[in-house]
């Protein structure tokens, strides 16, 4: 897959008529600048809980990580797993992660909530309820979460992991039970109702690590069920090796029949050894020590790369979340894109270079004796500037635009 | 399991009261006989064609494989392979089929067809047609089939392997290409509406070997979408081991939530090497020789023992279609009950002890003074006779029954 193939339906053709009081500005020099891409490149932002709530005991590493992190990302994942944000019922933890959000919110960043309801740490006090009063409490649950973070955080994985939901049999919890008891159908009703009645305009997925037939057949009842779905999630933690560009388009092309837009939401692939192919559960592989090798740092900036080109070749990807920006994270995995120390591995300059350079723009041009400028570039937001004036614009659909901007 | 456990579901405690002339007969020696089990002891029946259609050109040998068959069976399992049954559009091999169908319901043995609508061995004339087309050519077929075999096959697996169906890509076929454009569940809406219109009375089947949650997702799918099925199919081919009590029970577990009786629709334990575990699709496994061993059949014998008994322990199951009496069948496999050379192995002898001795009665008691008879029997069709007269009775229900039977 070649870039160029990626510009097909990842850039438009533009023309920029630039003017100034009405005329053109012919043969002047401008500076082209992609400020955001509507490709949502998203990672995980749980690390900015303390520098957002101003309470950072490392502010240095921590305003340099959030540099990092804005070097190549534009989109962040803020974690609502049930049984850490309300250990306590009654006592949610709503102030900081909503100081989280605004941070990111502020910065232009969407921000998605992960996952308003998850059998896995969800909340033990639901074992204290019968299954109606679960229902209940987690309905009650999506509905806080949502009104509390409206038009701060408007997406959600409203509901993770359903396929394996009522059968998940780690350990004994209330959302299983539920499940088990409703059915999954009537569960992922019960809490995208919920969702849209809170928030409407919020855009609601459905996420999963399962990428057999088993999600297809959910997926297929879900929507035959007549629940609207705004886009699907697809994990992809590739802790026991990176999947490669035929398993990834197979994946791709099953899951885009649904004519759902495709997020892959959670993405981490290891610069160190790779887990053995027969773990099954990957939370079963426990390891002292998981250190990043300079071999699986090549590697993995290898594969990065691949992934990325892979994910964004296909129409139907409108988002990629990487799981974990620094190693050391779940599983203790060298899964990031910064060493334990901070320092970025090859893999964050591979995939700074491609969001910035070779996907962005950064330029300086000349007009024609019309004022014009000609360029193709990525789906996003621009500046151009001249001198000492400016005007944003933004190329929102693939093919040609003809924009005329008066620099003022 | 002990057989105390499977009889609490299994058999009635049933109280005769047998008169002549409305007086009662005291004292008196009777013959009790059950002549049918209400649990269907499934087999398949292909190779009964020639027999049936009195063009057997080994009449010995058939007639004593019909003789074998119907001592451990009451249920036939007939085939209706698309491919194999209209090879030529418009000209459907429906008679053969339907002498065969009558030979086993004149025998008073229930007739199941297998399959109505499925991927494989599937018309290779529907490549020819637009999915429009395959869809009507598939519909008439099914009213076609349910109305020529009405009130002698009025039990069908409507539709095969749906979950692996729309992503099936060993070969092109035109029941793939449909149902990857229509999904999943629109295409078993469809064949159920056609099977339903066309035999309102028949038992309908949706039957899949995949045992994974994909078939769960799809069935509450197909549930929540409305469609009624009669009862769920679960393939269980076991070439590649046994698979011992805990799977079974935790299967049967799993498929029993959905409130629906569970047929056990095509069963195999091999009496000679097992398939290696690494093969995924059994028909990738082509041996030229696949003997039967001693040891081989001493282990098919006590697997057949376990099976049996796990699958009448639990209430859901109301049938086990064993699937090929001889060996030689599927993949040459040695997974008869009889040798290629029509001898009865060891597994024969068990099963007929189980069905007819230990599950069965057949013994001569005698009545108190009111010519009363307590015993306790399996479900079925039962015979009570005295002297030269008699009569019939049926248990249908577990628990108590008194039934006062006249021995005109």
Request: overall charge negative.
């Given at each position: ?13 533009a ?51 959030a ?28 102030e ?13 960043h ?31 649950r ?13 997406m959600?994985d409203?509901i ?32 995208f109702d ?18 057999s ?11 035959e ?7 699907l ?48 559960d990957l ?24 992934h ?15 799981w974990?920006?620094?190693d050391?994270?779940w ?45 193709n ?30 620099l003022?």
């Amino acid at each position: 897959m070649s870039t160029t193939d990626l510009r097909a339906h990842r850039a438009a053709d533009a023309v920029l008529t630039l003017t100034r009081g009405g005329e053109p500005l012919a043969g002047r020099e401008v500076r082209l600048e992609q400020t955001r891409h509507k490709f949502l490149f998203g990672c995980t932002g749980f690390e900015f809980d303390a520098l957002a709530n101003g309470d950072s005991k490392a502010v240095e590493r921590d305003t340099a990580l959030a540099e990092h992190w804005e070097g190549l990302f534009n989109f962040a994942t803020l974690p609502f797993y049930w049984g850490r944000f309300e250990p306590e019922r009654g006592r949610p933890a709503t102030e900081r992660l909503l100081n989280t959000a605004r941070w990111f919110a502020e910065r232009g960043h969407p921000v998605k909530g992960h996952p308003l309801a998850w059998h896995t740490v969800t909340a033990d006090w639901l074992l204290d309820l019968d299954n109606e009063a679960i229902a209940a409490a987690q309905v009650d649950r999506i509905k806080r979460e949502m009104t509390d973070f409206e038009g701060v955080i408007d997406m959600w994985d409203v509901i993770n992991e359903v396929v394996i939901m009522p059968i998940f049999d780690k350990y004994d919890n209330g959302i299983t039970r539920l499940c088990r008891d409703i059915g999954r159908i009537p569960m992922v009703r019960m809490v995208f109702d919920a969702a849209r009645e809170a928030n409407p305009g919020a855009v609601l997925l459905l996420n999963d690590f399962d990428m057999s037939s088993a999600y297809e057949c959910l997926i297929e009842g879900v929507l035959e069920a007549g629940i609207r779905i705004d886009a699907l999630g697809l994990q992809s933690h590739m802790h026991q090796g990176y999947w490669g560009e035929e398993k990834t388009l197979a994946i791709l092309d099953r899951f885009a029949r649904y004519g759902l837009p495709i997020h892959f939401t959670e993405t981490t692939i290891v610069s160190g050894a790779i887990m053995p192919p027969e773990i099954e559960d990957l939370n079963d592989h426990q390891v002292d020590s998981w250190p990043t090798t300079p071999e699986g740092e090549a590697r993995q900036a290898d594969e990065i790369e691949r992934h990325y080109t892979t994910l964004l070749s296909h129409p139907s990807v409108e988002a990629m979340t990487y799981w974990g920006m620094s190693d050391g994270g779940w599983l203790g995995a060298p899964g990031g894109f910064l060493r334990a120390d901070g320092s970025p591995k090859p893999s964050y300059e591979r995939l700074h270079r491609l969001v910035n350079d070779e996907w962005g723009t950064r330029t300086t041009v000349a007009t024609d004796a019309e004022g014009r400028v000609r360029f193709n570039g990525f789906l996003g937001d621009y500046t151009v500037t001249c001198e000492d004036t400016g005007a944003a614009f933004t190329l929102d659909t693939a093919g040609q635009a003809d924009l005329t901007l008066d620099l003022a």
